[in-house]
């Protein structure tokens, strides 16, 4: 249960509110046990007043509570006639029932508010703690897990954190209230009721045992069912093209069939918790009628009916609150399973962090790589070696390359999303480790090979990040993309809901805003990563005329598989294997007949086929 108790924070935050809930747990369990002994002096009355045969008349109530001892006094002091003392005993039950109900209110209202405040502080910082972490760790993970933690997880740990501590609360009270009150009236008989307790505490910590391990293997189950689901939703166009709708279906149910599987192996487990308990509580039921009534009839250790009759309703008003132990206890072992899948993932720290001394820096845009090696920690490629370059402030760069030549790690470098494994990279010729991250990705404006637009408007989605900045910004911003007239277009302009990862619009639509989304950054350090894939040539030649005045005065590097004719490029980095091969102005490596030379003529063929 050590997992639990990281939670310890929170209530000790909520401390009030649980304070106030235990002590509302308390009082209603309290009027409970009172009526018990209202109905013991109920049948002692009646006894008196029938002269029952064989019947002892107690001389004081000293076993009572001392409230009921006052509400006995105030009963008498009406009348001792049968059908007074049995209506004012039954108004008195019924004003105690209506006190526990009014407490039990109140509890609920403390103890489940309470885990619904800790439920919101646990996805919180959950998903600031996604925010923390880098690149690295997202590559590694499946999106259906990560899920999984923010929901299924925090909910079983809020089952924990209300009901179960409501019920555990309630349990404990409503037993020590009950055997403190049992004990007062006939310790003999007591012990005799809690022989089978033992056989109790036994099957409980066998099955809680077993639950435990159930639960963990659910939990990880739990995860590979969200997983295929979210794989399953997200990749639907592709399913439906290859017709596979039914192959998917297949491989979902059999995970469904193993969780399904794992799941009522775990309900019948947690199934044999109510039978038993049943069982020792009738038996203890059993035990009290048996033994107290030999008692009463022998006339020894001053048991009367109505001794008997209270202890039946003490072990009566046991049922609900022992029955709840082994959903207490299914409570807690889920949640536990589920704190720990929780506390292993707060305990991740990112590769990339700010360092202690980190500087929030204006920069002007010059890099310099000296030596720059990077390879994958999760597969152990090597993506960058031994790369050596300069790019000044101001400067047009291309990086070509084939795929998997590097050109994108270079990129999320710069950005970077992982730190390098070998050499320095430099920004301004400071080390970029020395920078604050939000400081430096907020003056770098990037547009990512796989574009990402989220469910909202597309003004929201080119204003991404920036919050004061007017219509006319926009606009301008989206005009610079070439998307301006067809956003106008849309049935709602700019005000328009792009859907789920922008499935409402086309690629090239998609590439333009997310465009337009590093433009109006105006930032002084420009990333396109290979992001024109899905425009035509004649958008292309606007986009990067456009470009050219955009561009003055600020650095570009442009990710690419095709030469912008357009754009004039200061220096062309060609990457192969993860090293550099070619790199200077355009017209040298045209000259040099390598590469670049081969790229550019095989476009310059293309066009003529098109334009042919």
């Known amino acids: 249960m050590r997992e639990l108790s990281s939670l310890i924070p929170f209530f000790w935050k909520y ?66 006639h049968v059908g007074t003392v049995v209506a004012l005993c039954g108004a008195v039950i019924l004003g105690l029932a209506l006190l526990r109900g009014i407490f039990l209110f109140l509890m609920r209202q403390t103890l489940i508010v309470m885990s619904r405040y800790i439920e919101y502080e646990q996805k ?118 290859f017709a596979q709708e039914q192959a998917i279906a297949g491989f979902f149910k059999q995970i469904t069939e193993r969780y399904k599987n794992q799941v009522l192996g775990l309900v019948k487990i947690e199934a044999l918790y109510f039978p038993s308990i049943s069982l020792l509580i009738g038996l203890s039921t059993l035990l009290t009628i048996m033994i107290g009534g030999l008692y009463y009839i022998k006339g020894t250790h001053a048991i009367s009916i109505s001794t008997i009759v209270e202890f039946v309703m003490y072990i009566n008003m046991l049922t609900f609150p022992v029955s709840a132990i082994g959903l207490t206890a299914s409570m807690v072992q889920r949640a536990a399973a589920s704190q720990k899948r929780v506390n292993a993932f707060l305990q991740l720290q990112p590769g990339v962090a700010d360092r202690s001394d980190a500087i929030d820096k204006t920069i002007k845009g010059q890099i310099e790589c000296k030596n720059l090696g990077f ?61 604050q991250l939000t400081s430096l ?35 301008k911003a989206a005009q610079l993309a070439c998307i301006d007239e067809e956003i106008k277009e849309l049935a709602r302009g700019y005000e328009t809901m792009v859907g789920e990862r922008g499935v409402m619009l086309s690629g090239g639509q998609k590439q333009r805003i997310t465009v337009a989304r590093a433009l109006l950054r105006n930032p002084a350090l420009l990333i396109l990563d290979d992001c024109l894939s ?17 561009l003055k005065d600020k650095t570009a590097i442009i990710v690419t598989h095709r030469i912008f004719n357009l754009l004039s490029f200061d220096k062309v980095i060609v990457l192969d294997n993860g090293a550099i091969v ?18 550019y003529k095989r476009q310059q063929q293309e066009q003529s086929a098109t334009w042919n």
Request: glycine letters at 6%; aromatic letters at 10%; hydrophobic letters at 40%.
């Open 441 to 475: 990705r907020k003056q770098i404006g990037y547009v990512p090979q796989d574009v990402f637009l989220f469910s909202d408007t597309v003004t929201s989605n080119i204003r991404f990040g920036l919050e004061h900045i007017d219509d006319g910004q926009i606009e």
């Open 582 to 599: 070619e790199m200077g102005p355009p017209a040298d490596l045209l000259k040099a007949g390598g590469y670049y030379a081969e790229m």
């Open 124 to 241: 919180n910082q959950i998903f600031a703690h996604y925010q923390r972490l880098d690149t690295a760790f997202f590559r590694e993970q499946r999106t259906g897990d990560l899920m999984n933690r923010i929901t299924e997880d925090v909910s079983r740990v809020r089952m924990f954190t209300g009901p179960a501590v409501m019920y555990m609360a309630n349990l404990v009270t409503i037993i020590s209230l009950s055997l403190f009150f049992m004990f007062r009236r006939n310790p003999e008989l007591t012990i005799y009721v809690l022989i089978p307790l033992p056989i109790l505490a036994l099957a409980i910590y066998y099955i809680n045992n077993l639950i435990n391990r159930r639960s963990e293997r659910i939990q990880e189950t739990l995860s590979d069912l969200t997983t295929h689901a979210q794989e399953a939703y997200s990749g639907i166009r592709v399913v439906k093209a």
């Open 375 to 435: 390879t994958y920690a999760d597969t152990g490629i090597k993506a960058l070696r031994n790369i050596d370059l300069v790019i000044n402030r101001g400067e047009k760069v291309a990086i070509v390359g084939k795929t998997g030549s590097g050109k994108s790690t270079l990129v999320q470098l710069l950005l970077r999303q992982f730190d390098s494994t070998e050499g320095q990279l430099l920004v301004d010729g400071i080390p970029i480790q020395q920078f």
């Open 534 to 550: 899905a425009v035509d040539a004649r958008t292309e030649q606007r986009i990067t005329f456009g470009l050219q005045h955009f």
């Open 15 to 80: 401390r009030l509110r649980l304070a106030a809930g235990l002590g509302f747990v308390i009082l209603s369990n309290y009027f409970n046990v009172l009526s018990p002994q209202i109905t013991g002096f109920v049948i002692d009355h009646v006894q008196r007043s029938l002269s029952v045969e064989g019947y002892q008349s107690p001389a004081t109530y000293k076993d009572y509570d001392s409230v009921v001892v006052q509400l006995i006094s105030w009963i008498t002091a009406w009348g001792t």
